[in-house]
Nanobody, 124 residues
Framework: QVQLVESGGGLVQAGGSLRLSCAASGRTFSRYYMGWFRQAPGKEREFVSSISRSGGSTDYADSVKGRFTISRDNFKNTVYLQMNSLKPEDTAVYYC?????????????????WGQGTQVTVSS
């Protein structure tokens, strides 16, 4: 099991940028596929992005492709989500997720470990 702590959320105007970080505990971070999900009020948790264990493979939801960039630093046990050109519809609680055995499924129920979430609010 890995403990995940997100940071970097906040309030930003449309068109602005934020960088989310997710710090993981333990010495096995590089064994985990990492991902970001988000959940808006009244909606189901949805996939945002994922990154492979080495960082060599990434995936994005169509809604964020070209605007968000996921990366990881296995020496710092941290995964990042750079969010540019933010839109009001990006407003949600953003969750970091880890999966020891998976391959970055877009289905949130298949991920094993979760952070507590960080609020991102984009004003119009």
């Amino acid at each position: 099991q890995v403990q995940l702590v997100e940071s970097g959320g906040g309030l930003v105007q449309a068109g602005g940028s934020l960088r989310l970080s997710c710090a993981a505990s333990g010495r096995t971070f590089s064994r985990y596929y990492m991902g970001w999900f988000r959940q808006a009020p009244g909606k189901e948790r949805e996939f945002v992005s994922s990154i492979s264990r080495s960082g060599g493979s990434t995936d994005y939801a169509d809604s964020v492709k070209g605007r968000f960039t996921i990366s990881r630093d296995n020496f710092k046990n941290t995964v990042y989500l750079q969010m540019n050109s933010l839109k009001p519809e990006d407003t949600a609680v953003y969750y970091c997720a880890a999966d020891l055995y998976g391959l970055g499924s877009k289905i949130y129920t298949t991920w094993s470990d979760w952070g507590q979430g960080t609020q991102v609010t984009v004003s119009s």
